[in-house]
């Protein structure tokens, strides 16, 4: 079989050139990084939980008409997604002040919000994805005025899904962050939902005790973080309640 040819390279995932024309393979990592990848681990398992979480989110906003990268999960750690064209934005949807915004604005975290705050930090890790507002935005072309009222329509709809998933399961979906593609289908130009939805992405607190079952757990020394990762996949369904956190797989005689 042919090496399959690598594209690009994240903290959390490698995306490869897919089987057909227009797709990619995007394979998931079980690297950890927080505060711009001043902090970095390898949590065993970490990838397989992500992959299966994101699987299950990205299918949900597809049964709900929400489009989106994913075709589907290859095998544990690999999934076939659509080929698109990144807008270089991470698109913030906070309900609940929390991380920066409690920080930046001074406010008790977990305070929750008049109504849900959209944000957009531009991508760039070497300048630490700062805050930017669409006047930015219009001015250096990153993305026409259509496409920012598509890009909000899109969050809030994603917002609504999955804070209605996650208050069925005793979580509170707290904010995530997303990342929106353009795919061109002959004159015509659509936005979809790219890149992941998992813990990694979301701040998750379970709503009785305010547990946090994110990468907070990883970023403020909480615990282990498969252990969370694992709860918010027993209470979906992506794993029986019964069954330990994923790691490496173990040849049996």
């Known amino acids: 079989m042919a090496r399959r040819k690598k594209i690009y390279e994240g903290k959390a995932k490698t995306l490869y ?4 024309p227009g797709t990619i393979v995007q394979y998931f990592k079980d690297d950890a990084t927080a505060f711009n990848a001043e902090k970095k681990d390898v949590i065993e398992g970490k990838g397989v939980l992500n992959n299966m979480l994101s699987e299950y989110f990205m299918t949900g906003l597809t049964n709900v008409g929400i489009p989106n990268h994913f075709m589907k999960r290859l095998n544990m750690r690999e999934q076939l997604v659509r080929a698109c064209e990144i807008i270089p934005l991470e ?9 920066s ?3 930046r604005l001074g406010m008790d975290e977990g305070t929750q919000l008049p109504r849900p705050i959209v944000e957009y930090c531009l991508k760039n890790d070497k300048l630490g994805d700062p805050l930017v507002t669409e006047e930015h935005i219009a001015a250096f072309g990153w993305a026409t005025q259509q ?14 899904f999955l804070a209605g998933v996650m208050y069925g399961v005793g979580i509170k979906l707290i904010d995530f962050k997303i990342e929106i593609g353009r795919v061109y289908e002959g004159d015509f130009m659509r936005l979809i939902v790219a890149d992941e939805i998992s813990p990694d992405s979301c701040r998750l607190w379970d709503i009785e005790t305010g547990q946090k ?7 403020r020394d ?6 969370a990762y694992s709860e918010v996949a027993k209470r979906l369904g992506v794993m029986p309640k019964a069954s330990t956190p994923m790691t490496k797989p173990h040849l049996i005689n």
Request: net charge negative; hydrophobic share 45%; glycine share 6%.
């Open 91 to 99: 698109v913030i949807v906070r309900n609940y002040a929390a991380g």
């Open 101 to 103: 915004m409690a920080k």
């Open 222 to 227: 909480l615990g282990s973080l498969t252990d």
């Open 17 to 20: 050139e897919g089987p057909e």
């Open 147 to 160: 496409d920012m009222d598509d890009i909000l329509s899109l969050a809030l709809r994603v917002n609504d």
């Open 213 to 219: 079952l994110d990468k907070d757990v990883f970023r």
